[in-house]
């Protein structure tokens, strides 16, 4: 238990639906991640939250939207998504920016 | 931006055998090196970091070493053991936070 929790850990979705993955932190840190692990690929930064504030967004298209309500909490809304969508979603949380990061156990998306 | 090369990609090492992995970086601004360990099914692990002003860190049978003239870092395990298998991934870090992923290296422990 990492102190990092995602949910769901699997999700199905079809081109034109609409879901959200959710992440929460009870480490007390101020920073929040969404990364995309494909296979055969480098984790790829998404999005970046310090103190609720988005300050980083790694030209991620306009399908994917984030939400952080506060410093715990951490969502990803998707929308019409694609099949090259499917992938490893991974959140992390850490104290000092970008540093010692925590990560989730992830969500396997699926796009059919 | 930064350019961050692992490797090998793949390990296979005999139990009780040591291991190395190497991280070469090209932003000369990092300096913030960790390793982190990402078991199947579950997200990367933090197992040991390193800070720009030593060139030497060890955690009892995992240990990291830097070279900041050369921009490289590396891993090493002594003493592998089964359940060291797993992908290990390098992430130079910046000042600003700004952190690059290596591809990772998949290592596999043999009894």
């Known amino acids: 238990e990492t102190g990092v929790t995602q949910t769901p850990r699997h999700l199905v979705m079809g081109m034109t639906n609409k879901k959200s993955l959710k992440c929460e932190q009870h480490?007390?840190?101020?920073?929040m991640y969404w990364y995309k692990q494909s296979a055969k690929k480098p984790l790829e930064l998404m999005f970046v939250?310090?103190?609720?504030?988005?300050?980083e967004n790694n030209s991620v298209p306009s399908r994917f939207s984030p939400e952080c309500p506060n410093s715990s909490h951490l969502f990803l809304h998707l929308h019409t998504l694609q099949p090259e969508d499917s992938a490893l979603y991974l959140c992390?949380?850490?104290?000092?920016?970008?540093?010692?990061?925590?990560f989730g156990a992830g969500t396997r998306l699926s796009v059919l | 931006g930064e350019n961050v090369e692992q490797h090998p990609s793949t390990l296979s090492v005999q139990e009780g055998d040591s291991a190395v992995i190497k991280c070469t970086y090209s932003?000369?601004?990092?300096?913030?090196f960790p390793w982190y360990k990402q078991e199947l099914g579950k997200g990367p692990q933090l197992i040991i970091d390193?800070?720009?002003?030593?060139g030497e860190k060890k955690d009892q049978r995992i240990a990291v070493t830097l070279n900041k003239t050369a921009k490289h870092f590396s891993l090493h395990i002594t003493e592998t053991q089964p359940e060291d298998s797993a992908v290990y991934f390098c992430?130079?870090?910046?000042?600003?936070?700004?952190?690059?992923f290596g591809a990772g290296t998949q290592v596999v422990v043999t009894p």
């Open positions: 992390a949380s850490s104290q000092e920016g970008g540093r010692g990061q925590y």
């Open positions: 480490l007390g840190h101020n920073a």
């Open positions: 932003d000369s601004a990092s300096n913030y």
């Open positions: 992430a130079p870090t910046d000042s600003w936070g700004k952190l690059q």
């Open positions: 390193i800070r720009s002003n030593v």
């Open positions: 939250y310090n103190f609720k504030e988005q300050t």
